[in-house]
């Protein structure tokens, strides 16, 4: 049976990938904070977590993040950019999955195909950014870009066969985008899952380091 990991198994798209991954017959490890204690800004804690990890593993999610953290929300204007803010979002989307990377490592196989993807957002996109605002998650999120697309490049040369893709989910109907969907169409988590892993495994070596949208279609970066 193929293995799977889902780190941020807690979230409304982690808890979906959990489900839509054991539907199609995987075994399912979930990781999250509030069942492991897995904090993503604490290199030792998230050490600690995937050390205890029994891989290796066929696909794995990283599906962390948070467009507010504490008392920082997604600035209107440059005069709402604090250090702090910053900081926060860097810690958590940028370092945090990377961090996750790094740790994962070992628990990917070298002699097979393996798959990872990594959650990110079109306003990441620096040459889709028309609107602008949102600088602290926007710079977090295209650093996670950078951060994948360069351990893709080192990856393709120990393990042949393995796939790391930057991943847009769409506008998904959870608490972390019910204050900001505005407009936009929004899908729930089951049906952002199902797509998410569509795209995940149509991808091949070939495509690794890519970054692409819930259907499929590279996002520029």
Request: aromatic share 6%; with cysteine.
């Given at each position: 049976?193929?293995k799977?990991?889902?780190?941020g198994?807690?979230?409304?798209?982690?808890?979906?990938?959990?489900?839509?991954?054991?539907?199609?017959?995987?075994?399912?490890?979930?990781?999250s904070?509030?069942?492991?204690?897995?904090?993503?800004?604490?290199?030792?804690?998230?050490?600690?977590?995937?050390?205890?990890?029994?891989?290796?593993?066929?696909?794995?999610f990283?599906a962390?993040?948070?467009?507010?953290?504490?008392?920082?929300?997604?600035e209107?204007?440059?005069?709402?950019?604090?250090?702090?803010?910053?900081?926060a979002?860097?810690?958590?989307?940028?370092?945090?999955?990377?961090?996750?990377?790094?740790?994962?490592?070992?628990?990917?196989?070298?002699?097979?195909?393996?798959?990872?993807?990594?959650?990110?957002?079109?306003?990441?996109?620096?040459?889709?950014?028309?609107?602008?605002?949102?600088?602290?998650?926007?710079?977090a999120?295209a650093?996670l870009?950078?951060?994948?697309h360069?351990?893709?490049?080192?990856?393709s040369r120990?393990?042949?066969?393995?796939?790391?893709?930057?991943?847009?989910?769409?506008?998904?109907?959870?608490?972390?985008?019910?204050?900001?969907?505005?407009?936009?169409?929004?899908?729930?988590?089951?049906?952002?899952?199902?797509?998410?892993?569509?795209?995940?495994?149509?991808?091949?070596?070939?495509?690794?380091?890519?970054?692409?949208?819930?259907?499929?279609?590279?996002?520029?970066?």
């Amino acid at each position: 049976m193929a293995k799977a990991l889902v780190v941020g198994a807690s979230g409304g798209i982690g808890a979906a990938l959990v489900g839509a991954l054991s539907a199609e017959g995987h075994q399912v490890t979930p990781l999250s904070r509030s069942t492991d204690g897995l904090d993503i800004t604490d290199e030792a804690s998230v050490a600690a977590c995937m050390a205890r990890l029994q891989g290796p593993f066929d696909t794995v999610f990283i599906a962390t993040g948070a467009l507010e953290i504490g008392p920082h929300s997604p600035e209107k204007s440059l005069r709402a950019v604090t250090a702090a803010g910053l900081l926060a979002q860097f810690q958590t989307n940028a370092i945090g999955p990377m961090l996750v990377l790094k740790h994962l490592i070992p628990h990917l196989p070298r002699d097979r195909l393996v798959r990872v993807g990594i959650l990110s957002a079109r306003v990441g996109s620096i040459g889709d950014n028309g609107l602008g605002g949102w600088y602290s998650y926007r710079s977090a999120k295209a650093a996670l870009n950078q951060l994948v697309h360069t351990a893709a490049i080192e990856l393709s040369r120990s393990h042949k066969q393995a796939v790391l893709a930057l991943l847009h989910p769409g506008t998904v109907e959870t608490s972390f985008t019910a204050k900001y969907a505005g407009h936009h169409p929004t899908v729930p988590p089951e049906a952002a899952a199902q797509n998410l892993l569509a795209v995940l495994s149509a991808l091949g070596p070939a495509q690794s380091g890519g970054f692409y949208d819930w259907a499929g279609k590279p996002v520029p970066w």
